[in-house]
């Protein structure tokens, strides 16, 4: 078998198209999404991700506005700045970049972002809104994984799902995202044993673990699909996944590649959840009932 490549970068371009005719209809009606990136110290990395943000949010006319701090900024004035975008009612979305320096709790600004304006989903309260199957805001990088199975008509019902990874970012909100579309979840890391036998029975198998090339073709069951959520900088600076893409690519049923597959999503679920935040902020200056 020889794997279908799951597109990410075209997905993400008509999920684009759709946005922009709804920033459209948004303008018309005096509102435009905006979303503030709160961007602290210089990683090269993170500065990527951001002017990638930011390129999107144009095409579609999402206004954006980058907040860039020095590494050596203190909890509390970080915490002033995202208290600052919370109480502005022209700002419909605020994301902080992680990873965050040391002398900062990450965890305390997290909580510290108005659930209705956390675009990232990453707030207790949307987290616990997910896992109980009424979902307010989503963390993209699962959210933009989930519209691959959508647009292939990839089925999740019954099937055996397994995540490599239990970060709070990808691997535990992925779990709850396909329970909650009826598939059998297994949560796998660090600590598990025998781990291959596992992912050997996974229908689907999302790899989120953070090491390059971890899961081989004799890891996946032949006819999976395989997502690859990994962002792994090789020895020569090329940009590899947490897949050994060349061999699963002869197991798999789909795959999505490094880069151009789930990368290009997460930016596109990033830009929707945008909107999605200003079209809720328009009901309500209408006097309709809101159900989102
Ligand atoms: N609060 C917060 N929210 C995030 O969503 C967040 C974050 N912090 N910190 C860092 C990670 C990583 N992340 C990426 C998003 C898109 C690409 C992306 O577009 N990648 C492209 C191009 C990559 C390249 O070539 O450099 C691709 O995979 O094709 C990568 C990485 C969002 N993150």
Redesign the pocket.
Known sequence: MVAKLLD??KLAMEIRTHLKQRVQELKQKGVTPKLVVILVGNDSA?R??VR?KHRAAQKIGIETKDIELPQEITENELLAYVKKYNEDDSVHGI?????LPAQINAEKITHAIAPAKDV?G?HPVNIGHLFMNDPHALP??PHGIMQFFKKYNISLMGKHAVIVGRSN?VGRPMAAMMLNNDATVTITHSKTKNLSELTRQADILIAAIGQAEFIKKTDVKPGAVVIDVG?NRNDKGK?VGDVDQKEVAEVASYLTP???????M??AM?MEQTVKFAERGVQNVDGEVSNG
């Open positions: 990410g970068k993170s990527i991700y990638n994301l902080v970049q992680l990873p990232d990453f993209c990088t970012i962002m940009l490094v880069p151009g597959g789930v990368g290009p997460t930016i990033l």
